[in-house]
Structure formats: structure tokens, C-alpha cells
């Protein structure tokens, strides 16, 4: 309720930029030297809070009502084979979409403009697209014998794949809109950078030698020419047409780039366009598997010996960048990461939850098992 506004369509923490005085007048003035002198005016962004004057003592005013909004649409199938010759499996698929302004009940994301409440209005943090999975149980065919060695034997197995869940630009270390949300103690959703491209190009992959692959650096950074502020054509060319703000933003922090994508930031003054979930993290693949052999003492004592194998194939699955288990912000902030990591959580999620339960993620893990039934 008390955060800053826009004075004569200009940014408060910025002001005018043809004003030499203001915050962005300041910034246009320092291009030959590289834009050095680029940052809001704090004491401005106080002035501009609209109690200010009357309560000079307060500084953010949060009003929480359960006013947000969800939509989730899914298409839902299953398929169950009851037990013949030996066989039986419940087979499910889910196709769904998920919307939402916030994740949870537990979470609370106040927007940086929030005159605009839908803008953080967005694919959900679980948004799967794409879940499939089935359990499955052989009972292998056996032949009685006096040691039971040749029955009492199935196999058993349960698949999971899954299309990798949504994550967004949160930078909550450069105030672009002059508003200083950023620091909200409520929690902040972050300033958005601005994206032109197709969102397929920053999906997190495992490969660490594209833009969003685990840089230790911003790939297209800062090279100290206002006539050219980064080495990306394509970035140089974007800004200038967002104006010199926009071009003093690139300078300051650089951009990222793959395929036919950008990502740059936004004019110091304005709001950032990237919407919330635009990107994707990697998909999840799983398959567990068990082999048991049963031995019927009597007719009430039965032993079962267990060998159950998680994650079979060793496949690697790596944690999503923003959101889930152990989720956090450290590798969706563009200019607080310098790059490090932008999009990319090097570890799998057991390791990032700090929960290593089987089947969560992690590497292959055997375990044997023996059962007694009476």
C-alpha cells in the first residue's frame, strides 16, 4: 500500500532521465565512462511512498486478503489390468496445465508493480505438462518342486516420466523499477528481466557449455563501450531499441543468449516482461524395479526375500532451478548470480532437499530384504 509511484510516468527511484539531477540523468551522463553511475536515487523512493507524509516512520505497508487467483485444467487416464497369466499393472497419464498467482498457501510473493497484482500471474511451480507412470507385477510361472526354488518368484517395477516444472527470472538484487520491492520482508517475486525468443532455448539442460548450462560468468557481460555494451549483437541491437536506459541496463549487467534467444535486462525505470514460469527445468525419469522370491513354510508362515533396485538405470536427474524440494533463488537472480549457475542447480534433489529418501532422485541405490509373514 505504500509503495512508490510513478511521477509524470517516470520511475521514482530513477526520475526523469532528462533531468541531469535525477538518478537516470545521473546514469546517461556517465556513458563514455562505461555507465558507472547507474543506480535509483533512495531517498527519492522514500519521498514517493504515499504515506510518507503523514507516517514518515513507515516504510512497506503489506495488505494480504485471499484474493489470488489458480486455474489448473487436466485431462486424466488410467488403465488397470487385473492379474492374467501371471501379469497385472495400473497404468496412468495426466495431461494439465496449472496457473497461479502464487505456488501454495505457505508462499507469499508480493509483485513488484503492485498496482498489477496479475502480473505474477503464471505457470504454476507445478505445472507438469506431461506424468506418466505405471506399476507393474509379473508373476513368473513355476514349477512345484521340494526345495521351492523353481516357484514363488515375480518381478515388479514402477516407471515415472515426467516433463520438467516451471521456473522465472526473481532478481532480487537490482531495483530496475526504482520501487525498492525488491527488499519487501513479505517476500519480494523480483524485478523480471525482458525475453525475445522462444522459451525452449533456456530450458535447463545438462550440457554446461550454453547460456543457461552452469556459466561461472555472464556469457555476453559488460565490455566497457557504450557503442557496443556487450559482445551479442543481437542483445546490443534489442536495447537500443528499448532506448538508452535500456542500453545503460546492458552495459551495467550484460545479457544471455542461445539459439535464437536473449534475455536482457530491462531499462532502469521499467518493469520487466519475462511472465511468470516461462522456462522449464529438466524432466524426470525414474524406474524402480524388484525381483522376490516367496517360501511357504506353512500355512501360516511365509518368508520373503526382497531384492529392490531404485533409480535402475542410474539415470541422472537434476534438481529444478526455482521451486520443489529445496528450492531457493540462487539460480534464477540474473545479476545477484553474476551468471554462476543462471538456470542451472548442479545437484539432484534429494541432495537439495537434504532428504534422501529412495526414489526421490538420487543415484542408483540397492537394498535386500527379508520379510517374515505369520
Not at 526520475?15 to 540523468?25: F, I, L, R, T, V
Not at 505457505?106 to 505438462?129: A, E, H, K, L
Not at 516444472?165 to 538484487?173: C, G, Q, V
Not at 523499477?177 to 525475453?195: C, K, L, M, Q, R
Request: hydrophobic share 35%; glycine share 12%; proline share 7%.
Amino acid at each position: 500500500m505504500n509503495q512508490p509511484q510513478k511521477a509524470g510516468g517516470f520511475s521514482a527511484g530513477w526520475g526523469n532521465p532528462s533531468d541531469p539531477n535525477s538518478a537516470a540523468g545521473q546514469c546517461l551522463a556517465s556513458a563514455s565512462s562505461g555507465y558507472n553511475n547507474c543506480a535509483p536515487n533512495g531517498a527519492a523512493e522514500v519521498a514517493a511512498q504515499p504515506y510518507n507524509a503523514k507516517f514518515p516512520y513507515l516504510n512497506y505497508i503489506d495488505f494480504l486478503q485471499n484474493s489470488n487467483v489458480s486455474n489448473y485444467d487436466a485431462l486424466q487416464v488410467s488403465l488397470t489390468q487385473r492379474t492374467q497369466h501371471g501379469l497385472s499393472y495400473v497404468l496412468g497419464y495426466t495431461w494439465a496445465h496449472a496457473f497461479s498467482e502464487n505456488p501454495d498457501n505457505w508462499s507469499f510473493f508480493v509483485p513488484i508493480d503492485s498496482t498489477n497484482q496479475r502480473s505474477i500471474y503464471g505457470n504454476s511451480m507445478f505445472d507438469i505438462r506431461h506424468h506418466f507412470t505405471v506399476s507393474l507385477t509379473y508373476q513368473i510361472p513355476g514349477k512345484k518342486t521340494s526345495s521351492q526354488l523353481l516357484e514363488g518368484w515375480s518381478i515388479n517395477s514402477i516407471v515415472l516420466l515426467q516433463t520438467g516444472a516451471p521456473w522465472d527470472i526473481n532478481d532480487l538484487t537490482t531495483d530496475f523499477s526504482g520501487t525498492n520491492e525488491i527488499n519487501n520482508p513479505v517476500g519480494s517475486h523480483g524485478e523480471a528481466w525482458d525475453f525475445y525468443g522462444s522459451p525452449s532455448d533456456f530450458e535447463t539442460r545438462k550440457s554446461f557449455n550454453d547460456a543457461n548450462g552452469g556459466n561461472t560468468g555472464i556469457p555476453y557481460g559488460p565490455t566497457g563501450d557504450p557503442n557496443a555494451p556487450t559482445s551479442n549483437a543481437a542483445c546490443n541491437a534489442q536495447a537500443v531499441k528499448n532506448g538508452p536506459l535500456a542500453v545503460a541496463a546492458l552495459a551495467n549487467l550484460g545479457c544471455y543468449a542461445n539459439g535464437r534467444s536473449i534475455l536482457i535486462p530491462p531499462a532502469f525505470g521499467s518493469y520487466g516482461t519475462t511472465s511468470a514460469g516461462e522456462f522449464r527445468g529438466m524432466p524426470y525419469y525414474n524406474v524402480d524395479m524388484s525381483i522376490t522370491k516367496v517360501f511357504r513354510f506353512r500355512e501360516r508362515l511365509t518368508a520373503q526375500f526382497r531384492a529392490e533396485f531404485f533409480n535402475l538405470f542410474n539415470h541422472v536427474n537434476i534438481a529444478n532451478p526455482y521451486g520443489g524440494p529445496g528450492g531457493g533463488n540462487g539460480f534464477t537472480d540474473p545479476s545477484g548470480t553474476g551468471g554462476a549457475g543462471f538456470g542451472f542447480q548442479n545437484s539432484t534433489p534429494d541432495v537439495i532437499s537434504s532428504n534422501a529418501v529412495l526414489g526421490s532422485g538420487g543415484p542408483r541405490a540397492i537394498q535386500l530384504g527379508l520379510k517374515i509373514i505369520f
